[in-house]
């Protein structure tokens, strides 16, 4: 009789299993259902050209590049704390912050005309340095201390330095709107004809596109080829091991929020190029959507942050035009997509790269 109980136990759970899954790939099919058929509509009425189809392609680039260099620092941080750095945001913030203020200096001195170019790299540098310190300090206070308590612990923390460093800035900065000066050598575009129809390629957009790709190589050069790459993977697969190996553990973390920071500056710095307007609460959406792109591409993996992120970014651009819906929408799409990653394939599209003994 036991075993017969046991067995008709067995037998429900993956009848229920089955059901869940089959429920599951229904609702799959209908979203896929749905998207072909608005898209077939949309084709179908030939009201957009390719000159929208290539100009929402490289917007979406850009905003995907933004995304991606946001999604790194999570990604490092995961990898190596298994933790959500949910401050991250503002850190973001910061260097949007900092890189206003330096370009403005630059305009108001007139550097910004006489020398452009010496003007906007030191623009980055400061927009990645300021950052940069700014996570070492939130390492060391909010999360070292906070190194063995239970995984929650640290998540809160994040959420009270996050809500802390946003309203530092709105105390420190004003609520007022913070518009970037214009940057001539950058404002121009190549046109070129599609279709009969001219397409304008910004400039600005294009050196996003190339200086993110660079700082991507750079950092998977420096995690796979260098004494601190290895240094930082170690530490991800086992800290105490790490540390009778004589690696200084704490130092490997701070590098890591460290550069995380920086890419986080300098993306600051880029979307207030792009956009021209930063605010205290500025890294809030931005870095809820790198956050799902990280989640979108495996967290803990770099090169798929790097994936998601501009995944994610094509997807806000492309899909409302290709869907014919509302563009107010994109963040329910970039939200959705995240839902049904998450249901299909929980680990991401790369997956996640965790050691043996967190997984």
Do not use: C
Not at 76 to 88: K, P
Not at 93 to 120: E, H, K, Q, S
Not at 271 to 280: D, F, S, T
């Amino acid at each position: 009789m036991a075993v017969s109980t046991k067995t008709r136990a067995r037998t429900s759970t993956q009848f229920e299993l089955s059901s869940s899954k089959l429920t599951l790939w229904v609702i799959a099919v209908l979203v896929i259902a749905f998207i072909v058929w608005r898209l077939a509509g949309t084709l179908a009425q030939g009201k957009y050209g390719p000159d929208v189809w290539i100009l929402q392609t490289i917007n979406g680039s850009v905003q995907g590049a933004m995304y991606a260099l946001i999604a790194l620092g999570y990604t490092l941080v995961y990898g190596i704390l298994f933790m959500i750095n949910f401050a991250h945001g503002e850190i973001f913030m910061i260097g949007a912050m900092a890189g206003y203020f330096t370009l403005t200096g630059f305009d108001r001195a007139g550097v910004l005309d006489t020398n452009p170019l010496l003007a906007v790299l030191v623009t980055f540098l400061v927009g990645m340095l300021t950052p940069l310190i700014s996570g070492i300090f939130l390492e060391r206070l909010a999360y070292r201390p906070l190194r063995r308590a239970p995984r929650l612990v640290p998540l809160i923390s994040a959420i009270g330095a996050s809500f802390f460093l946003q309203q530092a800035a709105r105390l420190l900065f004003g609520i007022r709107l913070k518009v970037y000066p214009t940057v001539d050598f950058l404002a121009g575009a190549w046109v070129i004809t599609v279709g009969g129809k001219d397409v304008r390629i910004q400039h600005l957009g294009v050196v996003i596109i190339i200086v993110t790709i660079l700082l991507m190589i750079g950092l998977y050069v420096l995690v796979q080829r260098t004494k601190i790459g290895k240094a930082m993977r170690a530490v991800a697969e086992d800290k105490d091991t790490a540390a009778l190996m004589g690696i200084d553990v704490n130092y490997v973390i701070m590098v890591t929020f460290a550069i995380g920071s920086a890419l986080a500056g300098a993306a600051g710095v880029m979307w207030g190029l792009w956009y021209k307007q930063v605010i205290h609460t500025v890294g809030f959406m931005p870095g809820l959507k790198a956050f799902t792109a990280a989640v979108l591409g495996g967290i803990g993996n770099i090169p798929g942050a790097m994936l998601g992120g501009f995944f994610l970014g094509l997807v806000e651009s492309i899909a409302p035009t290709a869907l014919n819906l509302n563009t107010q929408l994109k963040d329910v799409l970039a939200f959705g997509l995240l839902v049904i990653v998450l249901i299909f394939r929980p680990s991401g599209l790369l997956g996640e790269v965790l050691s043996g003994k967190k997984a």
